[in-house]
Nanobody, 124 residues
Framework: QVQLVESGGGLVQAGGSLRLSCAAS????????MAWFRQAPGKEREFVAA????????DYVDSVKGRFTISRDNAKNTVYLQMNSLKPEDTAVYYC?????????????????WGQGTQVSGSS
């Protein structure tokens, strides 16, 4: 079965950096759109970033543009999210998603497979 395992979350001061990783198995990774979403307490799951099969195209929610970078390594079946200049409002559980039908501003319902999530907490 499909498994997505996130890692790299943690507590970081405002302005700091983290890199999230998501290792995928049970699917043909290079044939899958991949994305990161996040969910803060009391809020709906929100799109953060997505990347196409070869990595040629990427999209980001406006609030993270210029600070976050999504990338993928198809040889390692892994997608990454480099987060720089973190802000307290970036605090959320971050989820890796696969099996998407759209890479440009997708909704959560457009992705079929999900990881368990990793907590990112930015302190002021």
């Amino acid at each position: 079965q499909v498994q997505l395992v996130e890692s790299g979350g943690g507590l970081v001061q405002a302005g700091g950096s983290l890199r999230l990783s998501c290792a995928a198995s049970g699917l043909t990774f290079s044939s899958n759109l991949m994305a990161w979403f996040r969910q803060a307490p009391g809020k709906e799951r929100e799109f953060v970033a997505a990347i196409t099969w070869s990595g040629a195209n990427k999209d980001y929610v406006d609030s993270v543009k210029g600070r976050f970078t999504i990338s993928r390594d198809n040889a390692k079946n892994t997608v990454y999210l480099q987060m720089n200049s973190l802000k307290p409002e970036d605090t959320a559980v971050y989820y890796c998603a696969a099996g998407g039908r759209r890479w440009y501003r997708p909704g959560a319902d457009e992705y079929d497979y999900w990881g368990q999530g990793t907590q990112v907490s930015g302190s002021s």
